[in-house]
């Protein structure tokens, strides 16, 4: 009852301060306004009205910051041009609904991995219809026309060959290469860019055990990134083959640019020998991420350059729920060295800009200082100390808790909200003049997050677990809970951490769960990494899709 009071005093305060205005209905709007996200999000919003002209559209391509295939769509929908409606129209077109288009559109949509979706006997057909364009494409085609693949790839020139195994589906591989290649030929590819996206979809696909079992003993180029390295590490893992997982992980540590590739490669060297030089190694990390937390709990040290300022005031000037205000800041700051970001921050040391002022100090140290602010906290005093690590940890994650920052999906504001959950949100707390811009303001997303993950704790009860939902979506969460991850058995839970399918929630799950971590300390309710980990496989304690 109380929560509801507060809720409706609020939506009163913000009705009084304009944030539920609507969004732009004249094209004067967006000519003053930085290219940027922000800008994009309110094109974005501006063409979804019926009463857009054509010309309007074609006077707001020309403004987009950043293009992507749905943006585009939207576009070609909207404005009187026949070229892009055609592209919009075949370029997500399936193979066999190609097929029967004429050979314009069937070269907008065509690609390797729908050619690899068809049976042999139509590739002599197809393929006088496509274009010089995609010689790539005519070159591998010749290798897929051989009446035997696989003897014909091992002549073949290499290019051609890591082009079909990276851009070929899994079945076609199945099919077509039922032994994988010889050592000598997979050590070549291995020099070739497509070899790193070719071994991360091998490791982690279960239905290509002969391929997965002929990466144990490659030996990679010095094209083979970090990441790769690690992934053929875990596979050695798979089969047992520790010694070769040893030598994957330290090439992946000495190859590692980024700070946490290399804490996640002494990690798992550690997780094979115990031996206490990797924590020590750790331990000594200039990043604050899972890795290094579990190194600092073993060795009983305390957490290391970790700054959360309490500030005072309120800035006289900046409008945190401005989504261009910050644009503005970071067009000059990009230009500026170490000591003048620094100096620049000053000017945001204050409550309300909070994040702001951390936000540079933190790029003004480098990253060696890891700044964990709490913005309005007297937003959120009122929940448990989990529920505020939890919001807290997501928010550093989202948006480093600037207010008013848009995504390249138009996520939303300090939580990052996507705009139809925001809506479905608005529509069950019958807030009808609500409008999507209110997400710019702190307090409407400390609430909305509060309502959502109310929602995801009904089904999930393990920070790393919302972590997944809140970024992949709850579906997405479910299917890989019965999939037989985070399950009793050999590196676990660790595996399963590492080999989440969707990339991005497996990283931002894993960041996630150490900031909760932090932000349980920093509330004064520490919490062990240890057993968080060690809880991920007690599906009764840590979801309801298991039980």
Same mark, same amino acid.
């Given at each position: 009852?109380? #929560?509801?009071?507060?809720?409706?005093?609020?939506?009163?305060?913000?009705?009084?301060?304009?944030? #539920?205005?609507?969004?732009?209905?004249?094209?004067?709007?967006?000519?003053?306004?930085?290219?940027?996200?922000?800008?994009?999000?309110?094109?974005?919003?501006?063409?979804?009205?019926?009463?857009? @002209?054509? /010309?309007?559209?074609?006077?707001?391509?020309? *403004? +987009?910051?950043?293009?992507?295939?749905? #943006?585009?769509?939207?576009?070609?929908?909207?404005?009187?041009?026949?070229?892009? %409606?055609?592209?919009?129209?075949?370029?997500? *077109?399936?193979?066999?609904?190609?097929?029967?288009?004429?050979?314009?559109?069937?070269?907008?949509?065509?690609?390797?991995?729908? +050619?690899?979706?068809?049976?042999?006997?139509?590739?002599?057909?197809?393929?006088?219809?496509?274009?010089?364009?995609?010689?790539?494409?005519?070159?591998?085609?010749? !290798?897929?026309?051989?009446?035997? $693949?696989?003897?014909?790839?091992?002549?073949?020139?290499?290019?051609? +060959?890591?082009? !079909?195994?990276?851009?070929?589906?899994?079945?076609? %591989?199945?099919?077509?290469?039922?032994?994988?290649?010889?050592?000598? /030929?997979?050590?070549?590819? &291995?020099?070739?860019?497509?070899?790193?996206?070719? $071994?991360?979809?091998?490791?982690?696909?279960?239905?290509?055990?002969?391929?997965?079992?002929?990466?144990?003993?490659?030996?990679?180029?010095?094209?083979?990134?970090?990441?790769?390295?690690?992934?053929?590490?875990?596979?050695?893992?798979?089969?047992?083959? &520790?010694?070769?997982?040893?030598?994957?992980?330290?090439?992946?540590?000495?190859?590692?640019?980024?700070?946490?590739? /290399?804490?996640?490669?002494?990690?798992?060297?550690?997780?094979?020998?115990?031996?206490?030089?990797?924590?020590?190694?750790?331990?000594?990390?200039?990043?604050?991420?899972?890795?290094?937390?579990?190194?600092?709990?073993?060795?009983?040290?305390?957490?290391?350059?970790?700054?959360?300022?309490?500030?005072?005031?309120?800035?006289?000037?900046?409008?945190?729920?401005?989504?261009?205000?910050?644009?503005?800041?970071?067009?000059?700051?990009?230009?500026?060295?170490?000591?003048? $970001?620094?100096?620049?921050?000053?000017?945001?040391?204050?409550?309300?800009?909070?994040?702001?002022?951390?936000?540079?100090?933190?790029?003004?140290?480098?990253?060696?200082?890891?700044?964990?602010?709490?913005?309005?906290?007297?937003?959120?005093?009122?929940?448990?100390?989990?529920?505020?690590?939890?919001?807290?940890?997501?928010?550093?994650?989202?948006?480093?808790?600037?207010?008013? +920052?848009?995504?390249?999906?138009?996520?939303?504001?300090?939580?990052?909200?996507?705009?139809? $959950?925001?809506?479905?949100?608005?529509?069950?707390?019958?807030?009808?003049?609500?409008?999507?811009?209110?997400?710019?303001?702190?307090?409407?997303?400390?609430?909305?997050?509060?309502?959502?993950?109310?929602?995801?704790?009904?089904?999930?009860?393990?920070?790393?677990?919302?972590?997944?939902?809140?970024?992949?979506?709850?579906?997405?969460?479910?299917?890989?809970?019965?999939?037989? @991850?985070?399950?009793?058995?050999?590196?676990?839970?660790?595996?399963?951490?590492?080999?989440?399918?969707?990339?991005?929630?497996?990283?931002?799950?894993?960041?996630?769960?150490?900031?909760?971590?932090?932000?349980?300390?920093?509330?004064?309710?520490?919490?062990?990494?240890?057993?968080?980990?060690?809880?991920?496989?007690?599906?009764?304690?840590?979801?309801?899709?298991?039980?």
């Amino acid at each position: 009852m109380l #929560f509801k009071i507060y809720w409706w005093g609020l939506l009163l305060f913000f009705a009084s301060l304009d944030l #539920f205005a609507a969004p732009p209905s004249t094209l004067e709007f967006f000519h003053d306004k930085p290219r940027s996200l922000a800008k994009d999000f309110y094109i974005h919003s501006y063409l979804q009205r019926e009463e857009t @002209t054509p /010309k309007e559209a074609k006077a707001l391509l020309g *403004m +987009v910051h950043t293009m992507n295939i749905r #943006f585009f769509h939207l576009f070609a929908k909207k404005m009187d041009n026949e070229d892009f %409606k055609k592209i919009s129209r075949c370029i997500d *077109m399936d193979i066999t609904s190609l097929l029967k288009e004429d050979d314009a559109c069937l070269n907008i949509g065509i690609n390797l991995s729908k +050619v690899t979706s068809l049976p042999k006997s139509y590739l002599s057909s197809l393929e006088p219809r496509i274009s010089p364009y995609h010689s790539q494409l005519l070159r591998t085609l010749q !290798l897929m026309k051989s009446d035997n $693949v696989y003897e014909r790839a091992l002549s073949e020139d290499n290019e051609v +060959v890591i082009n !079909l195994l990276q851009g070929s589906i899994s079945a076609y %591989k199945k099919a077509n290469f039922p032994d994988a290649l010889p050592q000598e /030929k997979l050590n070549v590819l &291995s020099a070739y860019p497509k070899f790193n996206a070719f $071994v991360n979809s091998v490791v982690q696909n279960d239905d290509l055990v002969a391929w997965q079992q002929s990466l144990l003993h490659v030996t990679p180029s010095s094209e083979v990134s970090a990441k790769t390295l690690f992934f053929l590490g875990l596979n050695a893992l798979k089969y047992e083959k &520790s010694d070769r997982a040893r030598y994957f992980f330290n090439l992946s540590e000495e190859r590692a640019t980024k700070r946490d590739e /290399k804490d996640r490669a002494l990690f798992w060297n550690y997780l094979i020998d115990k031996k206490t030089l990797y924590l020590t190694k750790l331990s000594q990390s200039s990043d604050i991420n899972i890795y290094s937390l579990y190194a600092l709990e073993k060795l009983q040290l305390p957490l290391q350059n970790i700054v959360s300022p309490l500030l005072e005031g309120t800035h006289p000037s900046f409008d945190i729920s401005d989504p261009f205000a910050w644009p503005k800041v970071m067009s000059r700051v990009y230009a500026m060295s170490a000591e003048e $970001v620094e100096t620049y921050a000053q000017k945001f040391k204050y409550a309300n800009t909070v994040a702001h002022y951390s936000y540079l100090m933190e790029r003004a140290s480098r990253y060696q200082k890891h700044y964990y602010p709490i913005p309005f906290p007297e937003e959120i005093k009122e929940y448990s100390t989990h529920r505020q690590a939890l919001m807290l940890a997501i928010a550093r994650q989202e948006s480093r808790f600037l207010p008013s +920052v848009v995504s390249t999906s138009y996520a939303l504001g300090m939580m990052q909200f996507m705009p139809f $959950v925001a809506r479905d949100i608005a529509k069950k707390e019958k807030l009808e003049t609500f409008e999507l811009e209110a997400m710019f303001d702190p307090r409407v997303a400390y609430l909305f997050a509060n309502i959502h993950l109310n929602f995801l704790e009904r089904s999930l009860y393990h920070p790393i677990f919302i972590a997944y939902a809140y970024n992949g979506g709850i579906g997405f969460t479910r299917k890989l809970l019965q999939s037989g @991850t985070f399950l009793e058995g050999p590196y676990e839970p660790f595996r399963s951490m590492e080999l989440v399918s969707y990339e991005e929630s497996r990283d931002y799950g894993k960041k996630v769960l150490a900031n909760y971590v932090v932000y349980r300390h920093l509330l004064g309710e520490e919490t062990s990494i240890s057993n968080l980990f060690e809880t991920l496989l007690i599906p009764s304690v840590t979801d309801r899709f298991r039980n």
